[in-house]
């Protein structure tokens, strides 16, 4: 595997116009054109066929996570409006944990109009159903990308995730360039999302209807779930030339340890729904090389930094086979008498790349000059201008709420 830090993401950009940009989803989830990818060539159909291009027996896995009310708004006494968007939880760090603490939590949030609020605690009266109570905001020092901000209010008996819920703004795309409407309060979900924790859709998923699903279940496909919670980090744009200067964010894991048997059923094989699919499955295959050099590493030190996969390949003549990563996972979950692996990634997926546990990917088409783009260009071995040309070509819809693909290793 060649260490790809000296790609030039000026080669993987393309001209998208505004109006090829979804601003709103089809009526019909699963009415969204689907581009076919192969060796053979590629096609297109509509994404409710898709169990037509599927074989019975195979393991298809999707992100379950779902998109909070991450956008706060304070008023100043000055009349300056500030923003307050709540990027992962800091005290308590846990998500579940943190979502269901009453009083007082701190997160780590982009502050919007910064300058105008330096320093100073930020005063709202708000309503949670029949309660109403004060909260409070007040920035401390730098956290990650963002500012730690610590939340107070005065009811025992109100959790934040309420709060969120209560006085929250859904996050849409910026690219999108328009205001959340009500309509994607439900739109910018996927049918099955249920653990909270995302400031991003898992957009391929949204295609899928309940329908779909079921039809998948006929076909003799077995679905499963994993978790991973997209973080604001997947809208930044590479700035720097080469893609050594990109520093990925870090995202929340959580892969149960059924999970990993059924992945270990398939010969470590399966397709994958998104790119937070892709990056989670992919990951495992490194905690697994993390695990045969340390069987006791903390959940800390199952993280996958950025550049593994390239210094790994360099670094070892005899790689582990995905069924012997997926089995050191297995095993220490065991040991551990975990039911659930948690842990984080901020694993790079660029050209030269080499696929462990995806086989086929469903995704939506990325913007220009990003890392996922690099990842798609990485599974398909460079061809992805064809791909992009074609969809430009044959009116796709593109981006968050645009059409989809399926591309086959």
Not at 2 to 24: G, T, V, W
Not at 48 to 70: C, D, E, M, S
Not at 78 to 105: K, M, W
Not at 298 to 318: F, S
């Amino acid at each position: 595997m060649q260490d790809p830090r000296h790609i030039h993401i000026k080669d993987f950009s393309y001209n998208l116009p505004d109006e090829r940009i979804a601003k709103h989803p089809l009526e019909k989830r699963d009415e969204a054109k689907l581009l076919l990818y192969n060796q053979e060539g590629i096609g297109e159909d509509v994404f409710r066929n898709l169990t037509n291009y599927l074989q019975p027996g195979q393991l298809i896995v999707f992100n379950n996570t779902k998109v909070i009310y991450a956008r706060l708004h304070f008023r100043k006494a000055t009349g300056a409006l500030i923003e307050v968007f709540c990027l992962e939880p800091h005290t308590p760090s846990d998500y579940q944990v943190n979502f269901s603490t009453t009083r007082r939590v701190t997160w780590t949030c982009l502050i919007g109009n910064m300058k105008k609020w330096k320093e100073g605690r930020l005063e709202q009266e708000i309503k949670v159903g029949d309660k109403l109570l004060t909260l409070t905001a007040e920035r401390g020092g730098v956290s990650g990308t963002g500012f730690e901000v610590t939340f107070d209010w005065n009811d025992d008996t109100v959790a934040f995730s309420e709060i969120l819920d209560a006085i929250g703004e859904l996050p849409i795309p910026p690219y999108l360039n328009r205001d959340t409407e009500q309509r994607d309060l439900e739109e910018y979900q996927t049918v099955y999302s249920k653990i909270k924790g995302s400031v991003a859709a898992p957009t391929a998923g949204l295609h899928f209807t309940d329908e779909l699903l079921s039809q998948l279940d006929a076909h003799g496909i077995e679905r499963d779930e994993i978790t991973l919670h997209v973080g604001a980090g997947t809208f930044k744009p590479v700035k720097s030339e080469e893609i050594e200067g990109h520093t990925m964010h870090s995202e929340w894991i959580a892969v149960a340890r059924t999970s990993i048997e059924k992945l270990i059923a398939h010969g470590g094989q399966c397709i994958a729904v998104g790119t937070t699919s892709v990056r989670t499955l992919e990951s495992l295959y490194y905690i697994g090389v993390i695990l045969q050099q340390n069987p006791n590493a903390t959940e800390e030190e199952l993280r996958v930094p950025q550049w593994m996969p390239y210094e790994y390949a360099v670094q070892t003549a005899e790689p582990l086979t995905t069924l012997q990563a997926l089995q050191n996972i297995l095993d220490y979950l065991e040991r551990n008498n975990l039911p659930t692996l948690h842990t984080s990634t901020q694993i790079m997926i660029a050209p030269s790349y080499e696929y462990h546990v995806v086989r086929t990917m469903i995704t939506n088409f990325h913007q220009p000059q990003s890392t996922l783009l690099l990842l798609v260009s990485a599974f398909v071995k460079g061809d992805w201008q064809r791909i992009y040309n074609y969809a430009l070509e044959h009116d796709f819809r593109f981006l968050s709420y645009g059409d989809g693909c399926l591309l086959n290793f």
